[in-house]
T-cell receptor, first 113, second 109 residues
C-alpha cells in the first residue's frame, strides 16, 4: 500500500469546470510535489512545496493552482483546463527538500473534455 | 534538451535470464542516481539508488552500476521474473529529480 494517498483516482471535467486534486501523506515528510505524466513519457515536475511553502514552480500555467494547507496535505486546484491537460497527475513526498528519494502516490487520472 | 536518456524504449527478456537496463546522463556534476519502477495506472515506486562515490549497489536481485567517466548507469535484474514486467525510469538528482524517458521491460515465462 502506498503511503501517499491521492483522490480522486479518476476525474473527468469540462473546460469550464473547477475541480481539485488532493494528496495526503503521514510520513512526516517536509517536501511535497506535483508531477504530470503523459502516456509513454516520464513524469514532469510541476510544483514543489518545502516546509509548506512553494519553492519551485516549473512555469506551470495559472489554470493550475497548488495549495499546501498543512505539512500533510497538498491540493491542486484546476480551472479552465484544456483537453491537452489530460494526463496522470502524480503527487509525491520526500523527507527532505532535496528530494533524494521520492515516494509517489498512485496518481489521479484527469480527462478534460 | 534531455539530461537523462534511456535509449531503449522497450526490452524483452526470458524468465530466469538477466535484464540489463541502461541510462546515460550529460552532467558530470550529478551525484545521486535512482531507479524507479512503474506499473500501469500506478505511481512510480523507488527501486534502488547509488551515489557518485560508489560504482555498484546491490539489493537482492537488483544491482545498479555507475560508470562516472562514461556518464552511464545500468540496472541489472537477475534472475528476471514475470512480475518484474513494468516501465523502469532512471532518475538523477540535480537540484530536482530528473527522469529519463523510461524502458518498458517485458519478462516472458
Amino acid at each position: 500500500d502506498t503511503e501517499v494517498t491521492q483522490t480522486p483516482k479518476h476525474l473527468v471535467m469540462g473546460m469550464t469546470n473547477k475541480k481539485s486534486l488532493k494528496c495526503e501523506q503521514h510520513m512526516g515528510h517536509r517536501a511535497m510535489y506535483w508531477y504530470k505524466q503523459k502516456a509513454k513519457k516520464p513524469p514532469e515536475l510541476m510544483f514543489v512545496y518545502s516546509y509548506e511553502k512553494l519553492s519551485i514552480n516549473e512555469s506551470v500555467p495559472s489554470r493550475f493552482s497548488p495549495e499546501c494547507p498543512n505539512s500533510s496535505l497538498l491540493n491542486l486546484h484546476l480551472h479552465a483546463l484544456q483537453p491537452e491537460d489530460s494526463a496522470l497527475y502524480l503527487c509525491a513526498s520526500s523527507q527532505d527538500p532535496q528530494g533524494i528519494e521520492l515516494f509517489f502516490g498512485e496518481g489521479s487520472r484527469l480527462t478534460v473534455l | 534538451d534531455q539530461q537523462v536518456k534511456q535509449n531503449s524504449p522497450s526490452l524483452s527478456v526470458q524468465e530466469g535470464r538477466i535484464s540489463i537496463l541502461n541510462c546515460d546522463y550529460t552532467n558530470s556534476m550529478f551525484d545521486y542516481f535512482l531507479w524507479y519502477k512503474k506499473y500501469p495506472a500506478e505511481g512510480p515506486t523507488f527501486l534502488i539508488s547509488i551515489s557518485s562515490i560508489k560504482d555498484k549497489n546491490e539489493d537482492g536481485r537488483f544491482t545498479v552500476f555507475l560508470n562516472k567517466s562514461a556518464k552511464h548507469l545500468s540496472l541489472h535484474i537477475v534472475p528476471s521474473q514475470p512480475g518484474d514486467s513494468a516501465v523502469y525510469f532512471c532518475a538523477v538528482q540535480g537540484g530536482k529529480l530528473i527522469f529519463g524517458q523510461g524502458t518498458e521491460l517485458s519478462v516472458k515465462p
